[in-house]
């Protein structure tokens, strides 16, 4: 099977820079993925990695490590429009189907 | 550009009844997934659906069936709804076999009382 660990809850104030980890086990791994998604709202794409390393958009941040099956999402200079649900997902067979963890609840403060 | 939409946007519907929740993909995207999010839970990955064929199937019983037409658009369909079935369907899609970047729609929220 497969299993993703991500935490619960993080919470950290405007401007500041906060780092989401995620651990996760699983056969036939092809990328981690990372989405965000608002109360009521559409999951939407932030970020993927299939190789080792960091990958920056903007203000976010994707981080992996295949060989300690980790990784992490950094955002910086946090605003409010950030808080938001964050989801780690492994990409897995054929159809590289996304594993998604149970997410992490940011919230930020003013 | 018409991202994904998704029909109807909620469903109040009773034990042992059934539904069909349906799917357009985004502009130039022939792949549709389906997921079912829990509440408080990530997406859980039902299906998805590529050249009309259901590719590849996540742990979901048989009740869970789906179809996909040649425009690419899918629908979803639940028999014999449970109480558990009670969730936000949601319905994502990609091109080809790169799903490293979904495109999800608002989902639908579907009630089993």
Redesign the interface.
């Known amino acids: 099977g497969q299993s993703l660990e991500q935490p619960s809850e993080v919470t950290a104030v405007e401007g500041a820079i906060v780092q989401i980890n995620c651990t996760y086990q699983t056969s036939g791994f092809?990328?981690l993925?990372w989405?965000q998604q608002h109360d009521g709202?559409?999951?939407?794409?932030l970020s993927?990695n299939?190789l080792d390393g960091l990958e920056e958009t903007g203000r976010f941040s994707s981080f992996l490590s295949r060989s300690d099956s980790y990784g992490y999402l950094l955002l910086q200079e946090l605003q409010m429009k950030d808080s938001a649900s964050y989801?780690c997902?492994v990409?897995r067979?054929?159809?590289?189907?996304?594993?998604?963890?149970?997410?992490t609840q940011l919230t930020v403060l003013p | 550009d018409a991202g994904v939409t998704q029909s109807p946007t909620h469903l109040i519907k009773t034990r042992g009844q059934q539904v069909t929740l349906r799917c357009s993909p985004k502009s130039g995207h022939d792949t549709v997934s389906w997921y079912q999010q829990a509440l408080g839970q990530g997406p859980q990955f039902i299906f998805q659906y590529y050249e009309e064929e259901e590719r590849q199937r996540g742990n979901f019983p048989d009740r869970f069936s789906g179809h996909q037409f040649p425009n690419y658009s899918s629908e979803l369909n639940v028999n014999a709804l449970l109480l558990g079935d009670s969730a936000l369907y949601l319905c994502a899609s990609s091109f080809g076999r790169s799903n490293e970047k979904l495109f999800f729609g608002s989902g639908t929220q579907l009630s089993v009382l």
Request: zero cysteines.
């Open positions: 092809y990328g993925s989405y709202g559409a999951p939407t794409f993927y299939a989801f997902a990409g067979g054929s159809a590289r189907q996304l594993t998604f963890g149970s997410g």
